[in-house]
């Protein structure tokens, strides 16, 4: 997917970084990183000393981790209600089924699959090879780890963390704050 957009990272540390790389695999120039808490630094500034004008003619990439889950949401939240432009990225070598909806700030990387029918919701992220079979539903703020997989019609609520190789059953409906460590299935299926 490639764009003309320009965009800051929220974020400065390991996980945006990877944001800023796929960022510019996917044609976006990225202006910098935004931490309130880091030291001052080339390239990295605060939120608040950004012109709120900006949000129009760029996007925030989200760079926070799933390590915080509610404050990665508040961050989200707080970008959004400032007018800030929240692009999704896919990876050029992503495969996103054209009956998918990915919706805004979804971070989509390399090998990785939303396919036909299949629904992100806002500011998701799906690692290398993470799988969201068909029909399936991911609620806002979910992060997959590397190989996850949601099978076909499963629902996966908000603010969840699928580990690396977790799997997901067919049809099942997982709440909110969901999280499967690595290697683990959920094989229970909704009636």
Same mark, same amino acid.
Request: glycine fraction near 10%; charged fraction near 15%; proline fraction near 6%.
């Given at each position: 997917?490639?764009?003309?957009?320009?965009?800051?990272?929220?974020?400065?540390?390991?996980? $945006?970084?990877?944001?800023?790389?796929?960022? $510019?695999?996917?044609?976006?120039?990225?202006?910098? /990183?935004?931490?309130? /808490?880091?030291?001052?630094?080339?390239?990295?500034?605060?939120?608040?000393?950004?012109? +709120?004008?900006?949000?129009?003619? *760029?996007?925030?990439?989200?760079?926070?981790?799933?390590? !915080?889950?509610?404050?990665?949401?508040?961050?989200?939240?707080?970008?959004?209600?400032?007018? @800030?432009?929240?692009?999704?990225?896919?990876?050029?070598? $992503?495969?996103?089924?054209?009956?998918? =909806?990915?919706?805004?700030?979804?971070?989509?990387? &390399?090998?990785?699959?939303? !396919?036909?029918?299949? #629904?992100?919701? #806002?500011? *998701?992220?799906? @690692? +290398? =090879? $993470?799988?969201? %079979?068909? !029909?399936?539903?991911?609620?806002?703020? *979910?992060?997959?780890?590397? #190989?996850?997989?949601? *099978?076909?019609?499963?629902?996966?609520? %908000?603010? &969840?963390?699928?580990?690396?190789? %977790?799997?997901?059953? !067919?049809?099942?409906?997982?709440?909110?704050?969901?999280?499967?460590?690595?290697?683990?299935?959920?094989?229970?299926?909704?009636?």
């Amino acid at each position: 997917m490639k764009t003309s957009l320009r965009a800051y990272v929220y974020g400065s540390r390991d996980y $945006a970084q990877t944001v800023a790389r796929l960022a $510019a695999e996917c044609g976006v120039e990225v202006l910098g /990183f935004v931490d309130d /808490f880091a030291p001052p630094q080339a390239g990295v500034f605060r939120f608040d000393d950004l012109n +709120p004008q900006a949000g129009g003619e *760029c996007g925030m990439l989200i760079g926070v981790g799933y390590n !915080d889950l509610p404050g990665r949401w508040a961050l989200w939240q707080r970008v959004r209600q400032a007018g @800030w432009r929240t692009p999704s990225l896919v990876h050029p070598h $992503a495969h996103v089924a054209p009956t998918a =909806q990915l919706a805004e700030g979804c971070v989509v990387m &390399s090998h990785a699959i939303v !396919d036909h029918g299949a #629904q992100l919701g #806002q500011a *998701c992220v799906l @690692w +290398p =090879q $993470a799988n969201v %079979s068909h !029909d399936a539903h991911v609620g806002d703020n *979910c992060f997959l780890s590397p #190989q996850a997989l949601l *099978c076909g019609h499963a629902r996966l609520g %908000s603010h &969840s963390f699928l580990g690396a190789a %977790s799997v997901v059953v !067919d049809r099942a409906c997982l709440p909110e704050g969901t999280r499967l460590k690595m290697g683990q299935a959920h094989t229970r299926r909704n009636p």
